[in-house]
């Protein structure tokens, strides 16, 4: 941790914070750039902001880069956020998936789904998911499923929740316990909970107080 993150997250001490971080963009650093630019759209100046990202983004980092690129979106510039999104693409699917959902986030779903689906195909199990879900929720039940079922063998948990959802739609409740349990081994909340509300239905009240239980530990170890 920065001395510039100790000052603001620690201490609450956002002028120590800033001073910090300047001393180390004057120095050329760029992840202070980057907090610099954070701070200013802390206080709602998107042009202070976005500052900061250019001449940290300037110097190559990719994070600042995605940052500017959000700034960018989020102002309505989303042809300068798309240049600047498929810029740093590599291989990565990972980068892939970040850079899809930023471009999400500003609404630019056509460009998300090219990048998110450049994840998919390399294999990231975490796209499967995402992309999953914008598809069942625009009505492609079975390509959603397909994405589901091939996130689930690559263990991903969260897709075992979303298999199970749809088995238990179309009353299949023994098929959609099989999933929930698979997830629920690899401490999946919303399996967790799914399990609870099943033994609830059923009756097994102190079961589903332990689900219940469970999934908010879960949660908790999640969001550390």
Not at 50 to 57: G, H, K
Not at 83 to 102: T, Y
Not at 138 to 145: H, Y
Request: aromatic share 8%; glycine share 10%.
């Amino acid at each position: 941790m920065t001395l510039g993150e100790i000052a603001k997250y620690e201490r609450s001490d956002l002028t120590a914070a800033r001073a910090f971080w300047q001393e180390a963009a004057d120095m050329g650093n760029a992840a202070a750039m980057s907090s610099l630019g954070m701070l200013e759209l802390d206080e709602g100046s998107q042009e202070g902001a976005i500052a900061w990202f250019e001449r940290a983004a300037a110097l190559g980092g990719i994070s600042s880069t995605l940052l500017l690129a959000s700034a960018e979106g989020q102002r309505g510039n989303r042809e300068r956020a798309g240049s600047l999104l498929l810029s740093i693409q590599d291989d990565s699917p990972e980068l892939a998936f970040i850079s899809g959902m930023s471009a999400d986030a500003y609404g630019d779903e056509d460009l998300a789904r090219e990048l998110v689906t450049r994840a998919v195909d390399r294999g990231y199990g975490p796209a499967m998911v995402w992309l999953g879900v914008k598809l069942n929720g625009q009505g492609d039940i079975d390509e959603a499923q397909e994405l589901f079922a091939k996130a689930a063998a690559l263990g991903e948990s969260e897709a075992e929740y979303h298999l199970g959802a749809f088995l238990e739609f179309r009353g299949d409740r023994d098929g959609a316990r099989d999933h929930y349990e698979r997830g629920a081994k690899a401490d999946d909340p919303m399996c967790v909970r799914a399990l609870g509300v099943m033994a609830r239905f059923d009756g097994d009240q102190a079961s589903a107080k332990d689900y219940f239980n469970k999934a908010i530990r879960s949660e908790e170890h999640t969001s550390e």
